[in-house]
Structures are given as C-alpha cells and as structure tokens.
C-alpha cells in the first residue's frame, strides 16, 4: 500500500478525539477527526481504510453509526473498531451486532490499538486485492467471451458461403451440421 492510511475517528469527547488522532499520527496513520455521528458519516468515503467509534455519542450513538455504515454498499467493508468504557459482554455483543469488527476499551493502549489495527486493515487489503482480481478475472472473461463470439461470426460466414461441401457429425455419425452447399 503505497498511500497513508486514513482513519476516521469519531468520539464527541473533544480530548478523547485528540488522544486518539495523537496515537494515530504517532503510527504513521492520517487521523480524520469527527465530533458525532452525522459529521462522521459525512466525512466516510471509500478513501477511509478504517473507523474509530466511540459507543456513547448524543443523537447517534456508536451502534447506530456503525449500522448505518454497513447498511451503505459503498463503505459497508471499512471495518469498524468500537472504543469505549462500556466493557460489558451485552455492550461487545451488541456492537458486533451493530457491524463493528472489533471492540477496544478506554483508555485506549497504543500497542493493542496497533495490534488491531493493522489485523484489520490486513483483511481489508486481502479483501481488496480479491475484490481486484475478481473484477480482472470478469473483463478478462468479458474480452474472451467478445473474442469468441466474433471468431464465431467469421466461421459462420466461412462455413455458409463456403461453395464446398462441409458437415460435422457427431460420435454416432449423425449430421449435426451442414453447410448450404451440402443442402443444394
């Protein structure tokens, strides 16, 4: 990846967000601060490689973010790590619920949010690289498919304006095709 990764942080603690885009910058990444959850998906675009989510925000929380994140088919793979204090198993559950790919508590630890970090965007960039090759794969089958279809037409011609007899029979010597020729 020749780029800097993008990630957004999203936290309406105005210190917790810059705690974070501090670590953040320390690691080589680009922090994209937002202050709640409208402002982050505003700021969400396929240049964003990961999400930072603070759970409890006013208006819309941290589930309702990462819901609505994956709910739209242009950013719905940027994986999401939920940071918070709540560390009950219901509030974990219902963040994965919610979309998000992993949960960190606060206050956030540098090496773990490292750590998960770049286990992530390693799947992100596999995930990539397949989505990739699969679209290769479907021109390059595209151009085939156009390449046959176009070699089929030069055989037709050949083959019905041709003056000589021509035929094709099958492994039981049945007639599976003749030319014009052979009918007149």
Known sequence: MNRTRRILVVDDDARNREILCEILQSL???????????????????DIDLVLL???????????????IRRDPVVREIPIIMVTVLDAREDRLQAVEAGANDFISK?????ELK?????????????????????DLEETVKRRTEALAESEKRFRVMFD???????????????????PAMIE
């Open 28 to 46: 080589g990444y680009v922090p994209v601060p937002a202050g709640h959850g409208m402002e982050a998906l505003e700021q969400l675009g396929p």
């Open 54 to 68: 603070d759970v409890m925000m006013p208006d819309m929380d941290g589930y309702e973010v990462a819901a609505a």
């Open 107 to 111: 206050p956030v630890e540098r090496l």
């Open 115 to 135: 750590v998960r970090m770049d286990s992530l965007l390693k799947m992100k960039d596999a995930r990539d690289a397949l989505k990739r090759h699969l679209s």
């Open 161 to 179: 304006g041709a003056q000589d007899l021509i035929f094709v029979k099958d492994s039981r010597f049945r007639y599976t095709e003749v030319n």
